[in-house]
């Protein structure tokens, strides 16, 4: 069973930057399409980038497109997403969910993914 874990979550000051990470043990996602999804309180959970397995280019919500980037470290198997000019807007978990069935990926369907971590806190505060 896949078992997704984010790490990099933390406090950062507004105009800051963080990057996640995404990894499982014992598995390489080289071969999962990985969606960073992120869910404020008392909003409810959003898409914010994704990057497939091996077809098309990442996709970013319009909230982060420009200021987050997502990829991959095929050596490792992991998947990052790097977030720069972090904003109070921003404060959430994110999680980062993985499929093998997906051919591209998204971020408008949570649903598509099989596997979810954890996720990881990020407080942007000043």
């Known amino acids: 069973q896949l078992q997704l874990v984010e790490s990099g979550g933390g406090l950062v000051q507004p105009g800051g930057s963080l990057t996640l990470s995404c990894a499982a043990s014992g598995f390489t996602l080289n071969y999962y399409a990985i969606g960073w999804f992120r869910q404020a309180p008392g909003k409810e959970r959003e898409g914010v980038a994704c990057i497939g397995s091996s077809l098309g280019d990442p996709s970013y919500a319009d909230i982060v497109k420009g200021r987050f980037t997502v990829f991959r470290d095929r050596t490792k198997g992991t998947v990052y997403v790097q977030m720069n000019n972090l904003q109070p807007e921003d404060t959430a978990v994110y999680y980062c969910?993985?499929?093998?069935?997906?051919?591209?990926?998204?971020?408008?369907?949570?649903?598509?993914?099989?596997?979810w971590g954890q996720g990881t806190l990020i407080t942007v505060s000043s």
């Open positions: 969910a993985g499929d093998l069935t997906l051919a591209g990926c998204t971020v408008s369907t949570a649903g598509a993914y099989a596997y």
